[in-house]
Structures are given as structure tokens and as C-alpha cells.
């Protein structure tokens, strides 16, 4: 996961945008496509259709969700520490990007952005389930990259990551305290997003069809 995540900084570095950033993100989604791995929030749509199909349990869903988001922390911590001690040019950015996560904090623009953001996975997940061929699901992994980096919307996992990244370049004013102060609020904002706004009207539509 992290080491598509390394696109992101270095275009951002290279050419100060984040909508190219955005592009670059996309390297992550397409290795997470294509090496089967699981990113936490694309836990909000298979699972609970699954439950919704009676092939599942909430119990199940809740492990699920919870081994995923903390291998994924854990991974990204590890290697973007690498990432931070090969590459001392991406310091600034990392830092510049994770003042920006905290600056903007809990309020109305941090919650959007965090609904955003487990919306916007979600509704790429929820692409690949309905494409019939790779190069498709190719597609909404891109175009699911450029929404979230390039809106630099608030995902509680990839931002993590970069803050991670920052507090291991040794950033000032950024440490463990700041990120779980951010974070506590991000997790529970990108589910609803995710469920809310992406799969509540699939499980809608679902149990209307039974009906």
C-alpha cells in the first residue's frame, strides 16, 4: 500500500499540484487492485452486502474492519519510516500536508472532507463490483485516486500514513498526540460516509428486490 502511497508526495513535490498528486495516487489503488490487498475502507461495500445477503455476521464485519485498519496503519508506519530516511527532499511536503490535515481540524470543511473521502472509496469499490473486465476496474481505481488526492479529502488511513511520515522526518509541532487527535474523528466520518451515502441505498434497493 505505502509504496503506491510514495507516488503521491514525490508528484506533489515535483510539481506542486495536487490534482497531478491525485494521478500519481492512483499507482496505490491499481497495486491494491491487482495484488488483491484490502484498503480499510473498501471494507464498507462487499461486507455489508454480504451480511444483507445472510452470507455474513456483524461480529465478522467488526474483525474484519478492525484487523484491516490496523494492518494498514502498521504496514504504512513501517514503510514510510523507509520512505522518509531515503528520501529527505519529501520532508517539507509531508509536513506541509500533514499541517494541513491538523490546521483544518474538527469542523464543518474536516467533517465534509472526511465523508468525502469514505464516500468516494466506497463508490470505487462498488465500480469495480459492477465492471466486467480489469482495464475497467483499472479505470475507477484512477479516477477514485484523483478524487481523494487530488480534493485532498481526509482518509483515515493514507493520511495517517503521511502524517506518520511527517513525525518520522522529525516535522515540528506534529507527534503521536496531534495524529490521534485527528484520527478519532476521521474513522467514524469515513464510515458513515461509506455506508451512508455509497452502500445504504445498494442495501435499499437490495431488500426492496426481495420484497
Not at 497531478?20 to 491494491?32: C, D, M, R, T
Not at 517539507?92 to 500536508?97: M, R
Not at 522526518?169 to 474513522?187: K, R, T
Amino acid at each position: 500500500m505505502t509504496v503506491g502511497l510514495l507516488a503521491y508526495p514525490l508528484a506533489l513535490h515535483e510539481t506542486g499540484s495536487h490534482l497531478l498528486a491525485g494521478v500519481a495516487l492512483s499507482v496505490e489503488f491499481i497495486a491494491l487492485f491487482l495484488a488483491h490487498a484490502e484498503l480499510f475502507t473498501e471494507g464498507f461495500f462487499y461486507p455489508i452486502m454480504a451480511i444483507v445477503d445472510g452470507r455474513g455476521t456483524w461480529l465478522e464485519l467488526l474483525r474484519l474492519w478492525g484487523v484491516t485498519l490496523a494492518t494498514n496503519l502498521l504496514g504504512g508506519w513501517v514503510t514510510v519510516g523507509l520512505i522518509a530516511l531515503v528520501f529527505p527532499q519529501l520532508h517539507p511536503d509531508l509536513a506541509e500536508t500533514t499541517h494541513h490535515f491538523l490546521e483544518i481540524g474538527l469542523s464543518w470543511q474536516g467533517a465534509a472532507f472526511a465523508l468525502l473521502a469514505g464516500t468516494a472509496i466506497t463508490l470505487m469499490t462498488r465500480m469495480q463490483a459492477g465492471a466486467e473486465d480489469a482495464p475497467t476496474r483499472v479505470a475507477a481505481a484512477v479516477a477514485g485516486a484523483v478524487v481523494l488526492g487530488g480534493g485532498s479529502l481526509f482518509h483515515s488511513v493514507l493520511d495517517s500514513v503521511i502524517m506518520f511520515g511527517a513525525i518520522h522526518s522529525g516535522a515540528a509541532g506534529i507527534d503521536y498526540l496531534d495524529w490521534l487527535g485527528w484520527i478519532w474523528w476521521v474513522i467514524p466520518l469515513n464510515i458513515l460516509g461509506g455506508l451512508l451515502l455509497t452502500t445504504g441505498p445498494r442495501v435499499l434497493r437490495s431488500v426492496e428486490a426481495r420484497d
